[in-house]
């Protein structure tokens, strides 16, 4: 199984439905190899609910962007929970993105938010990803171990968990890492949640930074990556649309 998945940032307002529409209809056409993906794509909040209505039972699934850290209702202004989250329809939430990382976001919180994602029955994508420092001084795998490490452990399922390995240098720039060295990372990532999760089930590993129509065909033989975390071009449903069929094409 591979997974599309559509992180819209802070991008759209109820009419901008049409794109997933467009998209839904798509996948629903794609018969040939529609049975061999899913399509999730996380909205801003302000939409979810409206979106996840729309979607039930069609092919496109709906998550959020992000959670607060505590469970449930509590006295925190502005935060939103994982519960609420998927009281309106959410399947997926998005956590540990780094926009969320490098606005305070710590491990402790993110242990909690996927802890109680979980708890509340979401399937969490869990991002991870090295800055261009660590690049530069080889610290990539130690980074990532590291935020895998003090986040996940072995009592959780991972069953529902998908990690999303997203470089920060690759985020938005147009640069993607070499595909040599992506392979050797998600083997390396694939190794580190085996270690932590033995014998549960294999590990689902998807890549995102700037993931394109163009960019797609470098990816369709690296098969250990299971999907896609895209941002930019999932806020077109011709480019988003464009990077399936040029993934199978
Ligand atoms: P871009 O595809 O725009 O680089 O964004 C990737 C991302 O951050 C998805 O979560």
């Known amino acids: 199984m591979r997974y599309f998945i559509g992180n819209w940032k802070m991008f759209g ?21 529609n049975k061999k993906y899913k399509v999730v794509i996380t909205p ?3 939409l979810v609910q409206s979106y996840a209505k729309f979607f039930l039972n069609k092919k496109i699934l709906i998550g ?15 935060a939103i929970s994982p519960l609420m989250i998927k009281s309106i329809g959410a399947q997926y939430i998005i956590v540990g993105h780094s926009d969320n990382r490098s606005e305070g976001d710590t491990d402790v919180m993110l ?9 509340n029955k979401l ?7 090295e800055n261009k420092e ?7 795998f130690e980074v ?12 959780l399922n991972l069953k529902n968990i998908i990690v999303a390995y997203e470089p920060i240098w690759s985020i938005g720039t147009g640069q993607i890492p070499e595909p040599d060295d992506l392979l050797k990372t998600t083997i390396f990532i694939k190794k580190v949640l085996k270690k932590i999760f033995k014998k549960q089930k294999s590990p689902i ?3 995102g930074g700037s993931v394109d129509s163009k960019n797609i065909s470098q990816f369709k033989k690296l098969n250990e990556i299971d999907g896609f975390l895209i941002g930019g071009a999932s806020k077109s449903d011709q480019n988003f649309i464009d990077i399936i069929k040029n993934y199978y094409r």
């Not at 990532?144 to 009592?155: A, C, G, R």
């Open 13 to 33: 307002v109820p009419k901008s439905i049409s794109i997933l529409d467009k998209i839904n209809k798509f996948v629903k056409s794609d018969k040939k190899f």
């Open 134 to 140: 660590h690049k530069i001084k080889n610290k990539t």
């Open 205 to 207: 590993v998807l890549y």
């Open 44 to 46: 801003p909040h302000t």
């Open 111 to 119: 242990k909690a938010k996927v802890e109680s994602s979980l708890n």
């Open 64 to 78: 959020a962007q992000n959670c607060f850290y505590k469970d449930n209702f509590g006295a925190n202004t502005g």
């Open 144 to 155: 990532l171990e590291n935020q895998i490490q003090s986040t996940l452990n072995e009592k």
């Open 123 to 129: 399937k969490v994508v869990f991002c991870i990803g």
